[in-house]
């Protein structure tokens, strides 16, 4: 084993081993460990990271070639082999899941959430949650990757229905039920394609090859529509406002941050790699999705009362722009849906560790008890102001680059349905202004109406938030943070699409 | 990177990091070291930048090239997105502009905000959005610019809802950012055709692209709808006069250096481009006529101080744009640059007037020029300015304005003709209506009788008040730190006209040389009749307000043409309707299904259930009766195989 296969098995063997031992450890240590564990797994990340070295392009292949890679044989009967890779479209989403399960385990230690359970416990389940995320992320065996997606299900599952709010058991049946729907499709679609080709290696699937086109219309379609519910696309989006609105403050974060871009990536990595021809026969129907997602979701997050919730819509928007860069299949779109992933990821985990402080503090999410935050917590409304100025895509700050480059994305593409969705999306990027200035009206400005049991922000919040603020803004400033090593593999992957 | 790419870095980045310095100062009440901390900071930025830019034009040769240096920035797809600085003479005048009035309203806010805790954001939000300014002035690369554009919008949404006794400024903010917003979807959309077909989105490349007549004008006409959003051009103005909530100083950045000033300066750069496309300089000059005819109109029936220059900095505007649209952006920036000058002194006097007196309203003013020497002095000359008296500023870039606009009408220029006679008699018209609100203005506050001010007044706490101060027991000129930067702005607004003289001034803009003929006759007429009608309505019926004489018509231009309640009525309603309806549909309707997938699929299961709950005997009955299917089946299958 290479050091850097070393790194990779290592990135999930932590964070298991982890949850392990903090599940058998006694409460404070076991929730200090937790901590301590998901710190190890992100160092591992980065050191993930610096093995890229300069071997990693896989620049004039038409096969896609991660820069570090592990194999073995695991079920030889199912085709299934142990294959872990990272290349530079899964590694900033790795090392994205890597910083918010630090983030809530760290918050954790502090902030365990009424409803019940133990902190140590949900601790010990952020670090299942993370070890199913990252498997998913680093798979490249289609069945591993489906193993690993369902390993997420559960976890979170526990997570909404042990430590959430009032109505956790529907919301959270609601959300495992609905996902699991989503499950069906999906292994439908991977056996569909597993039993055509012979073969679940992504490497050797890149491009559809050896798939007919009726195989890859069929696959395309199982799969659009198994990651359509994870992400989520309208008009199959509805477990996820009740799923937010009852899941506890890092079960959100890790929701929105993480977990629906398991469904984007899929789109990308199984999708549009393994079904490329079918990506290109199911695109118009996927763009105009989206921009119904996109406009769909600003006219619900208009009439939204309660903070969480409408955070939770947001996202509905937030995915529609990802979805529409996929759905162009351009190098130039797929960027913007994976700088859009990670800026979505970021900026939506702070609004959810923002929106759960301030319910916290005041005891309710509902807008029309709250008000004046900025004369009684001039911090936490700035933040929050920050977070929302972040969120409906100010140039400079990380959301602009994947909402504004899938519109331009899609004028790049051409022809009067694309033109006209790209036009249906800015103004859904105006809306998204409204909404957000709406509830920043509601919530930071006029009389104060609420009490806050603290007004200022205590230390364990500053290190859990100051990440995702720093990276808020470094990602504005540095797209190529995210992007620098997205092209080639992107490249290779639209190469086949069309 | 040269020694110019340095500095032209150093331009919009010393007032962007100082001011985000800023943000991270603790709010709240302070005590006086922070607050120096904050003034520091924000007085630093502007300073910065404004030694920066008077360097730069110390040792530039005229004519150059533009100052550039650029290094790339990502690579999305096909496209480059560039960093690029570029800043030709005519971008460092402006600069020069922007920095200057930003010191002046930093200096001014720290006397105007003496007692408000909340003025360390303020402070460094101010310097943020001089720094986005300067960004948009600098910029050679459209994405750039871009960011610079929003940061601006985001810049005025958090300043104009700053005070927090105002019912009305969070509303006003709110607004102020969305239909603008609204603008930019079309200035995005633009910007995104100019560079997918370019491929690039350095402005150095898009303008030696060639596109096609239908591409460049959709893509121009787009830039234009961001353009009006912007710089508060017809439709979208409506959020300007209701951004007077911000305090006063705010008022004068937006109006004079940043926000409005940006609309106008973006399409400088793009100059070229738009020559080659007269239908889209067709639909500015006819949205810069009816902004200029709609603003001076709206001007002349407020009674609010800061009403009245509100709508007439959309009508000062829309002479820039009018410029625009008949072929000379020379003379639009030559007006931007005054307009800078005498707006931010008006709106520094007017904060100075509604610091003493305590409300907004020219109803309770009157007979100030005694009290407020200073002061008054300060408006006749801006007023006069505004008007276009000479030998003021105003009147000689006014003039630069209509002598373009009455060239345009003999046809060759790159606007039809038709364009040059629509914006011409546009302009002649809004010289007169100047003259007569500018009149009507000085005269209400300033002579006449003197009536009751401050707190016992009736009133006073209605509508957009921002003076939250102790009334001084007597009418006075403002403290040093507000009269000084008034001063400072009077000089320019006396004297920046002659700069016209200027070889080097002229070069710059690419600006005609002054040529004092006939043609001055007819609008210094016009603006003696304004002015003239105005002084006899005063005068013949004394104590009353010369725009009573309009009768019927005063409430139409009172209200702005009612355009605010059609905006209501035509977008904001409707829109709201049609959330709740697409709520109501994805509750009932889309989660409706999911929601009753789950109770069918329970409803179901219960009557398996149900039915499968029997008593032994019936369910011993069951099973025999089952077995025995199942083996008649069995039998029957045999036999026939």
Not at chain 1, 472 to 495: E, I, K, Q, S, Y
């Amino acid at each position: 084993m290479t050091w850097s296969q070393l790194l990779l098995v290592g990135v999930l063997a932590v964070p298991a081993i982890g949850a392990l031992v903090t599940a058998v450890l006694p409460e404070l240590p076991g929730r200090r460990a937790a901590a301590g564990f998901a710190l190890a797994t992100l160092m591992l990340v980065g050191l993930l990271g610096l093995t890229r070295g300069t071997g990693w392009s896989g620049y004039g292949l038409p096969a896609v070639v991660p820069w570090a890679e592990y194999r073995v044989s695991w079920v030889p009967a199912l085709n299934l082999d142990f294959h872990l890779g990272v290349d530079g479209l899964s590694y900033p989403l790795v090392a994205l899941t890597a910083l918010l399960t630090l983030l809530c385990c760290g918050y954790t230690v502090r902030h365990v959430p009424g409803g019940g359970g133990s902190g140590r416990t949900l601790a010990a389940l952020l670090l299942t949650l993370e070890v199913g995320i990252l498997g998913t992320f680093l798979a490249f065996d289609l069945v591993l990757f489906f193993l690993f997606f369902e390993v997420v299900l559960l976890p979170m599952y526990a997570v909404i229905a042990g430590w959430g709010g009032a109505q956790r058991q529907a919301a959270a049946r609601k959300f495992v039920l609905y996902t699991l729907l989503g499950s069906v499709l999906l292994l439908l679609g991977v056996f569909t394609v597993v039993a055509a080709a012979g073969t679940a290696d992504l490497m050797a699937l890149a491009g559809g090859l050896g798939l007919s086109r009726t195989t890859q219309y069929a696959a395309f379609a199982l799969f659009a529509a198994a990651f359509a519910v994870k992400a989520p696309l309208w008009p199959l989006h509805t477990w996820l406002p009740d799923a937010h609105t009852e899941a506890p403050t890092v079960g959100s974060v890790i929701l929105a941050g993480v977990l629906l871009k398991m469904g984007t990536y899929g789109l990308i990595r199984i999708g549009v790699g393994v079904a490329p021809a079918g990506a290109a026969w199911a695109a118009p129907t996927l763009g105009v999705l989206a921009a119904a997602a996109i406009v769909v979701g600003a006219l619900l997050c208009l009439r939204q009362t309660e903070v969480k919730r409408l955070i939770a819509y947001s996202s509905v928007g937030h995915m529609g722009f990802v979805l529409l860069g996929i759905a162009t299949l351009t190098v130039t779109g797929l960027q913007a849906a994976l700088i859009g992933n990670i800026a979505h990821g970021v900026i939506t985990g702070l609004l959810f560790f923002l929106a759960g402080a301030i319910k916290d503090r005041t005891g309710t999410g509902d807008l029309d008890a709250l008000g004046g935050l900025r004369e009684t917590a001039p911090r936490l409304a700035g933040l929050f102001g920050f977070a929302a100025l972040a969120s409906l895509g100010l140039p400079g700050l990380a959301g602009f680059w994947g909402e504004a480059f899938a519109v331009v994305a899609a004028v790049e593409h051409g022809g009067a349905l694309w033109t006209t969705l790209a036009v249906v999306a800015a103004i859904g990027g105006a809306l998204t202004a409204a909404y957000f200035l709406r509830l920043l009206r509601r919530l930071t400005h006029g009389p104060a109406r609420a009490e806050l049991s603290q007004p200022w922000v205590g230390g364990v919040e500053w290190v859990a938030w100051s990440p995702l603020l720093a990276l808020a803004l470094a990602v504005g400033l540095m797209p190529a943070l995210v992007l620098a090593a997205t092209g080639d593999p992107l490249a290779a992957l639209t190469g086949a699409a069309r | 990177m040269t020694i110019t790419a340095i500095f032209g870095t150093m331009l919009p980045a010393a007032p962007l990091l100082l001011g985000l310095v800023g943000l991270l100062l603790r709010p709240g009440d302070g005590g006086r070291r922070r607050r120096r901390a904050a003034a520091t900071l924000g007085v630093a930025g502007a300073a910065v930048s404004l030694a920066v830019t008077v360097f730069w034009l110390a040792i530039i040769d005229y004519p150059g090239d533009p100052a550039e240096g650029s290094l790339r920035w990502v690579r999305l797809g096909d496209l480059d997105i560039t960093l690029t600085f570029s800043a030709g003479a005519a971008a460092l005048y402006v600069a020069f502009a922007v920095s200057a009035v930003a010191l002046a309203v930093q200096v001014y806010s720290i006397a105007y905000l003496h007692d408000d805790p909340r003025y360390a954001p303020y402070a460094a939000q101010v310097s943020l959005f001089t720094g986005a300014m300067l960004l948009v002035v600098t910029s050679g690369d459209l994405i750039m610019l871009l960011v610079g554009w929003e940061v601006m919008g985001a810049c005025s949404y958090l300043l104009i809802g700053h005070d927090r006794r105002l019912p009305d400024a969070p509303a006003a903010a709110v607004k102020a950012f969305v239909v603008t917003r609204v603008g930019d979807v079309g200035f995005l959309l633009g910007i995104a055709l100019l560079g997918v077909h370019a491929g690039t989105f350095r402005i150095a490349e898009v303008l030696t692209h060639d596109y096609g007549t239908g591409t460049l004008t959709a893509a121009l006409l787009l830039i234009l709808a961001g353009v009006a959003g912007k710089s508060a051009q017809f439709p979208l103005h409506t959020w300007l006069p209701d951004a007077m909530a911000g305090p006063t100083p705010i008022s004068a950045l937006i109006h004079a250096a940043t926000m409005v000033a940006a609309g106008v300066y973006v399409v400088f750069p793009l100059f070229p481009l738009f020559a080659a496309a007269p239908a889209a300089l067709a639909v500015l000059g006819v949205m810069a006529a009816v902004t200029l005819l709609l603003g001076a109109l709206a001007a002349t029936a407020q009674d609010d101080l800061k009403r009245v220059l509100a709508w007439s900095t959309v009508s000062q505007i829309g002479y820039m744009t009018g410029a625009l649209a008949v072929g000379s952006p020379a003379a639009a920036l030559f007006h931007l640059l005054t307009h800078a000058a005498f707006k931010a002194l008006l709106f520094l006097a007017a904060g100075a007037v509604i610091h003493a007196v305590g409300n907004n309203y020219l109803s309770r003013m009157g007979g100030l020029r005694t009290h407020m020497p200073v002061t008054f002095w300060s408006f006749v000359i801006g007023l006069a300015a505004l008007a276009g008296l000479p030998p003021l500023a105003g009147f000689w870039s006014k003039e630069n304005v209509l002598v373009a606009a009455a060239h345009a009408t003999e046809g060759g220029g790159p606007a039809p003709a038709w364009v040059g006679w629509v914006v011409w008699m546009a302009a002649l018209a809004g010289v007169a209506i100047t003259a007569w609100y500018a009149t009507r203005l000085l005269l209400r506050a300033f002579f006449g009788a003197e009536r009751p001010y401050g707190p016992e007044g009736p009133d006073w706490e209605v509508g957009f008040d921002d003076a939250r101060y102790q009334r001084p027991v007597t009418l006075h000129d403002p403290p040093g730190a507000m009269r000084w930067p008034i001063l400072a702005l009077a000089v320019p607004t006396a004297v920046l006209g002659l700069a016209a003289y200027l070889p080097g001034f002229r070069s710059a803009l690419e600006l005609e040389s002054p040529h004092l003929d006939v043609a001055i006759v007819l609008p210094l007429v016009l603006l003696a009749l304004g002015a003239w009608a105005a002084w006899w309505l005063w005068h013949t019926a004394p104590g009353a307000d010369p725009v009573t004489a309009l009768g019927r018509v005063r409430p139409v231009l009172a209200h702005a043409f009612y355009l605010d309640a059609a905006q209501d009525r035509l977008v904001v309603r409707p829109l709201r309707a049609l959330a709740a309806a697409v709520r109501l549909v994805d509750e009932r309707v889309v989660d409706g299904t999911v929601e009753g997938a789950g109770a069918t699929t329970s409803r179901l299961g219960a009557v398996t259930a149900a039915a499968h709950r029997a008593a032994l005997p019936r369910a011993a009955v069951a099973v025999f009766a089952g077995a025995l299917v199942l083996s008649v089946l069995a039998v029957a299958y045999g036999v026939a195989s």
